[in-house]
């Protein structure tokens, strides 16, 4: 059974940053796509970031080019999202989740059959 576990979050002032924590159980997780999701108080869950586990290839949201980084650190099954010049709209609950098939360049929700439970970033102004 797979288990993703968030942590990092917190609150951070405008042009702060953050590191967040995926660690990943229950599966080998070579294979598998990662991503970050986040979803602010009455909106819809956004793509952020995704890796290819075994080649760690790549792919951001516009948004977030150039300021965030998805990374995978494999001794420790953990999947880690760098943020930083973080702004206040991006103040919203980050989740982690997994999806055993395709690239990095999966971005849908539906697309992921594993998630988290997610962790708060509050970015204050």
């Known amino acids: 059974q797979v288990q993703l576990v968030e942590s990092g979050g917190g609150l951070v002032q405008a042009g702060g940053s953050l590191r967040l924590s995926c660690a990943a159980s229950?599966?080998?997780?070579?294979?598998?796509?990662m991503a970050w999701f986040r979803q602010a108080p009455g909106k819809e869950r956004e793509f952020v970031a995704a890796?290819?586990?075994?080649?760690?290839?790549?792919y951001y949201a516009d948004s977030v080019k150039g300021r965030f980084t998805i990374s995978v650190d494999n001794a420790k099954n953990t999947v880690y999202l760098q943020m930083n010049s973080l702004k206040p709209e991006e103040t919203a609950v980050y989740i982690c989740?997994?999806?055993?098939?395709?690239?990095?360049?999966?971005?849908?929700?539906?697309?992921?059959?594993?998630w988290g439970q997610g962790t708060q970033v509050t970015v204050s102004s």
């Open positions: 989740a997994a999806e055993p098939w395709g690239d990095s360049r999966l971005r849908a929700t539906y697309e992921y059959h594993y």
């Open positions: 890796i290819k586990w075994r080649s760690g290839s790549t």
């Open positions: 229950g599966r080998t997780f070579s294979n598998y796509v």
